[in-house]
């Protein structure tokens, strides 16, 4: 059955609400529903398997494709959400998956398969090995792989190293006003390298031994412990 706005020969023609007590199933729709129009028990089904206006308020549609997403826009077709398997979604750009969000919860981006609760693929390595449980998160390139902290001129960019009761015990960080990299452990700064690629403790009291070994030192250069 065809519902049409308007009579057309062969279709059954509604020009005014329509008030539908059980199922509706069709095999297509041509125009529009007319306003006021309301289901007020039951399903609206749009054949077989294309989808589904559920009595509670829900809407189920088809599972779609890579190429073909089932929720998508007017005029953009391969942009879009769809379902690749069981509990999974796949977020889709130019009809290449770009986000797949797994049953675990796991979220990949550039990767349908993410190793890691956040895995993020530029291009496959290839590697063999598999990722073990501790690992969190995951970024991976075929070549020199990097990740970029960026800060202003006159801040900082740092990496936290947190637990249950301190959010930065220790840290790595790099200070862009004086281009000097520090280190922390057990909530103080113990070691600064500066920008001349000098280098000194900060703690009261150095207590393990400083061992430097060098190829050749020149007569003229001396290495103070004090």
Avoid at 80 to 95: A, D, E, H, K, S
Avoid at 108 to 130: K, L, Q
Avoid at 131 to 158: C, D, K, L, W, Y
């Amino acid at each position: 059955v065809t519902i049409k706005y308007e009579d057309q020969k062969g279709a059954i023609g509604i020009n005014t609400g329509l008030t539908v007590t059980g199922v509706v199933t069709a095999t297509g729709f041509s125009g529009d529903f007319p306003n006021g129009t309301t289901i007020t028990a039951g399903d609206l089904n749009i054949g077989s398997s294309v989808g589904r206006f559920d009595a509670s308020g829900i809407v189920k549609t088809a599972h779609g494709t890579e190429s073909a997403p089932s929720h998508t826009f007017i005029n953009d077709n391969d942009n879009g959400m769809y379902r690749p398997t069981t509990n999974t979604l796949g977020f889709v750009c130019g009809g290449d998956e770009k986000i797949r969000i797994t049953s675990g919860g796991d979220v990949g981006i550039n990767s349908t398969v993410p190793a890691t609760r956040f895995d993020v693929v530029e291009s496959s390595a290839s590697r063999t090995w598999t990722p073990g449980t501790s690992v969190v998160s995951m970024f991976e390139r075929n070549g020199i792989s990097r990740v970029a902290i960026v800060g202003n001129s006159s801040g900082s960019s740092q990496i936290d190293f947190a637990d249950t009761t301190d959010d930065n015990v220790g840290y790595i960080k790099y200070d862009h006003s004086t281009n000097a990299m520090s280190f922390r452990t057990d909530g103080n700064e113990k070691f600064v390298i500066d920008s001349e690629g000098g280098f000194k403790f900060t703690n009261a009291q150095l207590t393990e031994r400083v061992k430097i070994t060098a190829g050749k030192l020149s007569d003229n250069q001396n290495i103070n412990l004090d």
